[in-house]
C-alpha cells in the first residue's frame, strides 16, 4: 500500500498563492509511476489538475491550470508539491493527490482518477473574492 498525505490548504484571497504538499510513503511506493493532483468543487466532479511522471519528470496540466499552477517532485523526500498561483474564486475546491502503479507511455495518459491507484484525504482551499 501507498500512503499519501496532503497538507497546505487554506483560505486565501484571489490573486495570492498556496503551496500543497502531498508526502507518500509505504511498502510499495517504488512501484509507484506517477503522481497527480485532482480538485472536487461542491456539487461537480472530481477533475484532473496536473500530473508527474517518475521515469521522465515530465508534467501535463489541464487547460484551466496551465500557466498557474506548478506540479513538482522532492526526490529526498517522497513529496509533490502543488504551487498554485493567481488563484481565483473558481479554484475553491477540496485537492487531493493521487498516486499510480500504471505504467503508460506519456504523462498525457495520467489524467483520470481511473490511472490512479491511491489517493490521499484531501485538502481544502478556499479563494476569497
Known amino acids: 500500500q501507498v500512503q499519501l498525505v496532503e497538507s497546505g490548504g487554506g483560505l486565501v484571497q484571489a490573486g495570492g498563492s498556496l503551496r500543497l504538499s502531498c508526502a507518500a510513503s509505504?511498502?510499495?511506493?517504488?512501484?509507484?509511476?506517477?503522481m497527480g493532483w485532482f480538485r472536487q468543487a461542491p456539487g461537480k466532479e472530481r477533475e484532473f489538475m496536473a500530473a508527474?511522471?517518475?521515469?521522465?519528470?515530465?508534467?501535463y496540466y489541464a487547460d484551466s491550470v496551465k500557466g498557474r499552477f506548478t506540479i513538482s517532485r522532492d526526490y529526498t523526500k517522497d513529496t509533490v508539491y502543488l504551487q498554485m498561483n493567481s488563484l481565483k474564486p473558481e479554484d475553491t475546491a477540496v485537492y487531493y493527490c493521487?498516486?499510480?502503479?500504471?505504467?503508460?507511455?506519456?504523462?498525457?495518459?495520467?489524467?483520470?482518477?481511473?490511472?490512479?491507484?491511491?489517493w490521499g484525504q484531501g485538502t481544502q482551499v478556499t479563494v476569497s473574492s
Open positions: 493521487a498516486a499510480s502503479n500504471k505504467l503508460y507511455y506519456s504523462v498525457r495518459d495520467y489524467r483520470e482518477e481511473h490511472d490512479y491507484d491511491y
Open positions: 509505504g511498502r510499495t511506493f517504488s512501484s509507484v509511476t506517477a
Open positions: 508527474f511522471k517518475w521515469s521522465s519528470g515530465r508534467t
